[in-house]
Nanobody, 123 residues
Framework: QVQLVESGGGLVQAGGSLRLSCVAS????????MGWYRQAPGKEREFVAS????????SYADSVKGRFTISRDNAKNTIYLQINSLKPEDAAVYYC????????????????WGQGTQVTVSS
């Protein structure tokens, strides 16, 4: 099973940018579809973005399309989430996710989770 460690969260002003990273270990990274979810206080964990094993197919939640970009570097066992034009409603704990299917767009596709990284947005 793959282990995931996120980093890059922090406090950012609305309209600003942030890049999250997730490093994987313990298994063959390139076999996994990878993605990001987020969970705000009092809300359910929600899908944000997914990328397939080769990196050429991405999926996004409607709320982040055009502002977030997911990418991966299989040589570094790392995925990234570039977040631009941050909004207050983007504030949440962001979780890295891994799955063995073509994507991790649904919670039932996820096999491993990271511990999460906090993104806070000041208005």
């Amino acid at each position: 099973q793959v282990q995931l460690v996120e980093s890059g969260g922090g406090l950012v002003q609305a309209g600003g940018s942030l890049r999250l990273s997730c490093v994987a270990s313990g298994s063959i990274f390139r076999l996994y579809a990878m993605g990001w979810y987020r969970q705000a206080p009092g809300k359910e964990r929600e899908f944000v973005a997914s990328i397939n094993w080769s990196g050429d197919i991405q999926s996004y939640a409607d709320s982040v399309k055009g502002r977030f970009t997911i990418s991966r570097d299989n040589a570094k066992n790392t995925i990234y989430l570039q977040i631009n034009s941050l909004k207050p409603e983007d504030a949440a704990v962001y979780y890295c996710a891994a799955g063995l299917g073509a994507a991790v767009t649904g919670l039932n596709n996820v096999r491993s989770w990271g511990q999460g990284t906090q993104v806070t947005v000041s208005s």
